[in-house]
Structure formats: structure tokens, C-alpha cells
């Protein structure tokens, strides 16, 4: 069954069309990677699915509801963000700031909130900063705790945007093992990303987008051993000159 | 008959100046809520309400505080509301406090960065939720140096309610110095007085503004 359905999405800035006729299905507990070269729509259209974004014309239903104004408070609960700048509060602690998003939405006692808190946080492997504030923690520490507090509400759904292109290379493994943890015990995810030796082994299926439209998409090996059109092609080819 | 300035005069002067920060606590106190209101209306998602708040801040900001307290004093009479002074003179410095803390906290609430918003949005925190859990609270550092800047100008423009007649401190000068004909010690004494209350706010302001300056 579908936990995100886009059909025929369409999305302009200004003039630009930066998401023409978007279809994409993603089915219950598979991992998608969208890849594709910068500016091919990638981000936005993973900031449509929650609603960051207003979309032109077509239409998302994610986690059973249909992405318009009045329905993303439910959209919202049921799809977690993780984004390339981590965006936590730095004015709350690891702890608090996992917390926060149970007791404005859930309305989950303080102290409730605060246990969950602490237990998703040793799911990412960061009981041990619990109290410590997002700027004395590292890149890949402040982007773990994002992960928990993307995981606080329970969603159905992890969208992850580029979340280690702001990593120093030494900490994009411990973020990656995370993601691969969640991917193994069966979340759904959609991540756009640039570290295509994840993609390959962490997802099920891969979406090449080019120019605002889904241009190829099938198994890993699928698309960089055998890529049939020529834009993918020459995306696979750069990768490995690259690599 | 002319006295002397003693210390009965300076004790006529002290009790006068509770007047004055009577007036000072409560413009801010009033004029901080409403303040708050207008702040809110200026960065909300909703453009009426937006163009509401520039029209409040416009007109108390591009009018003077002096024909403010006229218009109050003689206004509210006019409609049988309050003759009385310190009423009118509240109601004035809360009109003038909210225009000026609404335009500051607006500042301090649009320098939050858009992650913000962007991180507690896709929470699903409604404007409210993002402004109270996320936005306003990381504001509020920035916003405190201005808003006790402002305050240093609430209290001295307090002065002004003298012209229609309350009796708070520089009111209570210009009548000692009626007794006393020594406008120099007078007015000199009450420039202290003022100073002697805005001086360490000031200060604080400072202090504040260093302080918020390493912490960001």
C-alpha cells in the first residue's frame, strides 16, 4: 500500500518550473533515494510532501491525507523532516528539544516526554548529551539529534533532505549507520542525497530526477549498471570520474 | 513669599518622582502587552493583520508623544471617558510603548533565522506554538539590550504628562521652583533624578548587550 502518492505535481518559482508533472508512489516500509544533480528539483519536492512548499498543480496525498493547507498539522505528525542544516533549537537542550515536538503536539506530560526523549536519544547513540545545547555538539551529533526528534512524533514517513551535506566527512558514517538502523527496522523514507554508495546499499528503489521530472527509476543496480537514458547516463559517468 | 530649597522641598520632589515611575512601570507594563499583540500582528500569516500593526506603529511613531497626551487628555473628556490626567497619560504612553516595542520586538522576531520556522513547521507547530515554543524565546536575547534602550525613553518622555497637569516630577519642579525661584538647583536636582534612575538602566543595557553579543 502507498504511504506518499504524488500524481502529475506541478511547482513554479516565478517563472522557472522547477517540478513538471512530478508521479512517484512510495509503498509502506521501502527506503527511495532520489538523486539527481543539483537544481533538478530534488529538495522541493521532498519540501511539497510536507507542505514547506505550495504546489501548482497536481496533487500529494501522504500518509492518507491530502497535503493542502487545512491537513498539515496531520500531514506533519505522520511525516518527519530531517533537513541539511539540522535546524534544532538552540535554545533548548538535545533533550529538550526531542521533547518539545510530544508536548506541543501530543500534548504528552513533561516528564512523559522527557523519557521518550531520552530513549530516542539512546537510539542515536547520544544518551551521554542529553543536556548538552546544539552548539557544543558536533555536525553529526546535532544531525543525530535531529533524527530523534524527527522520530518524536512516531511518523510514518522520514523524509531526509541532503542531511550530510553539511557533515565534515568524518561524521557522515555515524549519520548514514542511523538512517540504515531506522531503514532496517522498517521505516519508510525518502532521502535525497549525494552519497550514492549509500543509496546504492541502503535503498530499495532509486528516482533519478532531471530537469523538474522523474527521469529513471529502478533497483540500485539497476539504474548505475544499466542506465537507459542518456541524462543518467552522464550523471553515473561524473560520478565515478568524481569517485 | 519666597522658601528656600530644603529638604521638605526635596522630599516634595522624591514623592512626586513615585509618580513618575508609577507612569514609567505601567507605559511599560501596558504598552509591553499590547507591544507584544502588535508584534505578533506584524509577522502574522496573515496580511490584513500585518497592514493593521504598520498602521498602529506608523501613527503613534510619526506623531508627537506631546499631541498624543492632548488628544487623550482632551479626547477621552470628550467622550465623557476620564478627565482624569493620569488615566489619559496612561492610555497615551501605552499607544506610544506599543508602537515603538512592537516595531523592536518585530526586529527581534524576524532575526530568528528562517530555519526556524522552517524546523518547527515541519513539527507541525501552529504560528502560535512556533512563536511561543520556538521563535519568541530565541528572540528574546535579542531583543532585550533595545527594549531597555526603550525604556530609558519611556521614562524621560514621561515628563511630558506635566504640560497637562500631573503631578508627577518635573510638574512638582516647576512648582517648587514657583516657590523657590531657583530654577538651576531645581531643574539641575530633577536632571539628577532622572539621571540617577535612567543612568544604571542604561548600564544595563550595556551589560546586556555585551552579553547577548559573546553568547550568539
Redesign the interface.
Same mark, same amino acid.
Given at each position: 500500500m502507498s504511504i506518499i502518492e504524488i500524481e502529475s505535481l506541478q511547482k513554479r518559482f516565478g517563472a522557472a518550473t522547477v517540478l513538471d508533472g512530478i508521479d512517484l508512489e512510495v509503498a509502506e516500509g521501502e527506503v527511495v533515494a532520489i538523486i539527481g544533480r543539483s537544481g533538478s528539483g530534488k529538495s522541493t519536492l521532498l519540501r511539497c510532501i510536507?507542505g514547506?512548499e505550495t504546489i501548482d498543480g497536481g496533487r500529494i496525498v501522504a500518509a492518507g491525507f491530502p497535503v493542502q493547507p487545512s491537513r498539515?498539522?496531520?500531514?506533519?505528525?505522520s511525516v518527519?523532516?530531517i533537513?541539511q542544516?539540522f535546524?534544532?533549537?538552540?535554545?533548548l537542550t538535545a533533550l529538550e528539544n526531542v521533547a518539545?515536538?510530544q508536548i506541543?503536539?501530543n500534548k504528552t506530560p513533561r516528564a512523559k516526554a522527557r523519557e521518550n526523549a531520552a530513549r530516542l536519544l539512546a537510539r542515536v547513540n547520544l544518551s551521554g548529551r542529553a543536556q548538552a545545547y546544539p552548539g557544543n555538539l558536533s555536525g553529526g551529533q546535532q544531525q543525530r539529534v535531529a533524527i530523534a526528534?524527527?522520530l518524536a512524533?512516531e511518523p510514518r514517513v522520514l523524509l531526509c533532505d541532503e542531511i550530510t551535506s553539511a557533515l565534515d566527512p568524518e561524521m557522515v558514517g555515524e549519520v548514514l549507520d542511523v538512517i540504515a538502523e531506522l531503514a532496517r527496522g522498517g521505516m519508510t523514507m525518502l532521502l535525497v542525497t549525494h552519497e550514492m554508495g549509500f543509496a546504492r546499499q541502503a535503498a530499495d528503489r532509486l528516482v533519478f530526477m532531471n530537469d523538474g521530472k522523474v527521469c529513471e527509476q529502478g533497483t540500485p543496480a539497476s539504474l548505475f549498471d544499466r542506465p537507459q537514458t542518456a541524462a543518467l547516463q552522464q550523471f553515473v559517468q561524473s560520478i565515478r570520474n568524481a569517485g | 513669599m519666597i522658601r528656600e530649597f530644603g529638604l521638605v522641598e526635596f522630599l516634595y520632589l522624591v514623592s512626586a518622582m513615585k509618580w513618575t515611575l508609577a507612569l514609567s512601570l505601567l507605559a511599560f507594563v501596558c504598552g509591553g502587552l499590547l507591544g507584544l499583540v502588535v508584534a505578533l500582528l506584524r509577522v502574522a500569516p496573515v496580511a490584513p493583520l500585518r497592514w493593521l500593526a504598520i498602521a498602529w506603529i506608523q501613527t503613534f511613531q510619526s506623531t508627537p508623544l506631546l499631541m498624543l497626551l492632548f488628544l487623550m487628555f482632551f479626547g477621552l473628556a470628550l467622550f465623557g471617558l476620564s478627565q482624569d490626567a493620569f488615566v489619559s497619560v496612561t492610555v497615551a504612553l501605552t499607544c506610544y510603548a506599543s508602537a515603538y516595542f512592537g516595531e523592536i520586538w518585530r526586529g527581534a522576531i524576524q532575526a530568528v533565522p528562517q !530555519?526556524?520556522w522552517?524546523?518547527?513547521?515541519?513539527?507541525?507547530? !501552529?504560528f502560535l506554538?512556533q512563536m511561543r515554543?520556538?521563535i519568541l524565546?530565541?528572540s528574546v536575547?535579542i531583543a532585550t539590550p533595545p527594549t531597555v534602550g526603550f525604556m530609558v525613553q519611556l521614562i524621560k518622555n514621561t515628563s511630558l504628562a506635566s504640560i497637562i497637569g500631573f503631578n508627577e516630577l518635573t510638574y512638582a519642579a516647576q512648582y517648587i521652583n514657583n516657590l523657590t525661584l531657583k530654577p538651576i538647583l531645581i531643574y539641575g536636582t530633577v536632571g539628577a533624578m532622572y539621571f540617577a534612575v535612567c543612568f544604571p538602566l542604561y548600564l544595563l543595557s550595556r551589560r546586556l548587550e555585551v552579553k547577548f553579543r559573546v553568547d550568539h
Open positions: 510536507n514547506l498539515l498539522r496531520e500531514v506533519r505528525r518527519g523532516m533537513f542544516s535546524n534544532l533549537f538552540p535554545h518539545l515536538p506541543v503536539m526528534r524527527a512524533l | !530555519t526556524q522552517q524546523g518547527s513547521a515541519a513539527l507541525g507547530f !501552529t506554538e515554543h520556538v524565546p530565541q536575547r
